[in-house]
T-cell receptor
Framework: GNSVTQMEGPVTLSEEAFLTINCTYT??????LFWYVQYPGEGLQLLLK?????DKGSNKGFEATYRKETTSFHLEKGSVQVSDSAVYFC???????????FGGGTRVLVKP | DAGVIQSPRHEVTEMGQEVTLRCKPI?????LFWYRQTMMRGLELLIY????????DSGMPEDRFSAKMPNASFSTLKIQPSEPRDSAVYFC????????????FGSGTQLSVL
């Protein structure tokens, strides 16, 4: 079956530091990959996505590249802000599917 | 657009009581999902509907849980009787089927069963 594995948090870092959150997946076929973000007290929001190998999704300074050879979709941001403190979820959906499979989430805390 | 609207925002009840959570999806969306979020299990898909029809309810924990979608603009998740282990945040999400699975989440219902 499909599964998504993320690094466990919490990840604590200082403002302007570099952030990486690892995500690997197992899936049949050619899934689409997503990063969702959950700010405190809110529901999840789509952050970025990639639909095929070597695609790079980007939004709000975050980037992630679909690496089929390593089945990975690591999230990166070069300089984080306090406002980036949130829980980040990696997710996939298989081609022609309608059901997202989420990873366990990684809590990120950015300190001033 | 008002987004996905869930009610109530918070619910505190006693063990054994019936709990009903409500969701209004984004107008025009034809897929609706119910998720449960806990520290222990993370985000779990309970059930989802396409065009008001339940497609996959394999995530519903047990018979105490039931979900309905009587029309395209309303869904309920009911727990009867509730138990303390049901305490969690319950999210509703909607999407346009075939849109690339971009989900729009509501703000959730924080349920506490005492």
């Amino acid at each position: 079956g499909n599964s998504v594995t993320q690094m466990e948090g919490p990840v604590t870092l200082s403002e302007e530091a570099f952030l990486t959150i690892n995500c690997t997946y197992t899936a049949t076929g050619y899934p689409s990959l997503f990063w969702y973000v959950q700010y405190p007290g809110e529901g999840l929001q789509l952050l970025l996505k990639a639909t095929k190998a070597d695609d790079k999704g980007s939004n709000k300074g975050f980037e992630a590249t679909y690496r089929k050879e390593t089945t990975s979709f690591h999230l990166e941001k070069g300089s984080v802000q306090v406002s980036d403190s949130a829980v980040y979820f990696c997710a996939l959906v298989r081609a022609a599917g309608n059901k997202l499979t989420f990873g366990g989430g990684t809590r990120v805390l950015v300190k001033p | 657009d008002a987004g996905v609207i869930q009610s109530p925002r918070h619910e505190v009840t006693e063990m054994g009581q019936e709990v009903t959570l409500r969701c209004k999806p984004i107008s025009g969306h034809n897929s609706l999902f119910w998720y449960r979020q806990t520290m222990m299990r993370g985000l779990e898909l309970l059930i989802y509907f396409n065009n008001n029809v339940p497609i996959d309810d394999s995530g519903m924990p047990e018979d105490r849980f039931s979900a309905k979608m009587p029309n395209a603009s309303f869904s309920t998740l009911k727990i009867q009787p509730s138990e303390p282990r049901d305490s969690a945040v319950y999210f509703c999400a909607s999407s346009l089927q075939g849109s690339g699975e971009k989900l729009f989440f509501g703000s959730g219902t924080q349920l506490s069963v005492l």
